[in-house]
């Protein structure tokens, strides 16, 4: 198989967790393209020293590095982007992942997508580091050594990282579901 092949076969498949994480960490659909794209193509440039192993891991690796770079060099000028075009920006959430399950009601489909646009809000609001780790763990079902491998922090670091992340959101959340819990009716 060409190397052209492989690739194909290898990475492409990826394609929707690199745009999931890069959306995750740079917060704006255009940015999330742009890191997608310089990633892949990096990503094919190296792909002679890709050892086989982990492809997705490998990539992510590549797009989560794009992503920091980007980010460092936009802190340095100061680029600040509204949390709404975050929010709002489609294919957020993992594509094979349903945030809620077909509801029969509604009224239950409202409060699903407002608590769902909560967890959202929470999620991009984690620093970077967590942030992260959460996407990767939580959306992208990954294991805690894949997501240091990305990362490039040992796995006890991940751990922390994912319990304080946690505990972050269920802090922010945890009043939100308390007062959706409030209003149901017996």
């Known amino acids: 198989m060409s190397s ?13 967790a690199s ?7 740079m917060r704006t659909p ?13 990503a094919f440039n190296a792909f002679d ?4 192993e982990n492809p997705k891991g490998w990539l992510l690796s590549i797009v989560r590095n794009t992503c920091m770079t980007l980010l460092s060099r936009n802190m340095r000028q100061s680029k600040v982007v509204p949390i709404e ?14 945030l809620v399950e077909p509801m029969t009601s509604p009224v239950d489909q409202l409060i699903s997508a407002h608590e ?17 780790v959460i996407v990767l763990r939580e959306f992208e079902d990954m294991a805690y050594q894949q997501i240091a491998d ?13 319990s304080r992340a946690r505990k972050k959101l269920h802090a922010v959340l945890a009043p939100i579901i308390e007062e959706g819990h409030s209003h149901e009716m017996p």
Do not use: C
């Open 4 to 16: 052209q092949k492989e690739f194909k076969a290898l990475i492409l498949p990826h394609l929707g």
């Open 19 to 25: 745009y999931n994480l890069a959306l995750w960490l």
């Open 30 to 42: 255009h940015d999330a393209e742009d890191v997608v794209q310089e990633s892949y193509l990096k």
């Open 49 to 52: 020293q890709f050892k086989g």
């Open 85 to 98: 075009i975050a929010l709002d920006s489609p294919g957020i959430w993992r594509a094979d992942q349903h």
């Open 116 to 132: 769902s646009r909560e967890v959202r809000k929470a999620v991009s609001q984690l620093p970077v580091e967590f942030r992260e």
């Open 150 to 162: 990305i990362t490039g922090v040992p796995v006890g670091t991940v751990m922390s990282r994912l």
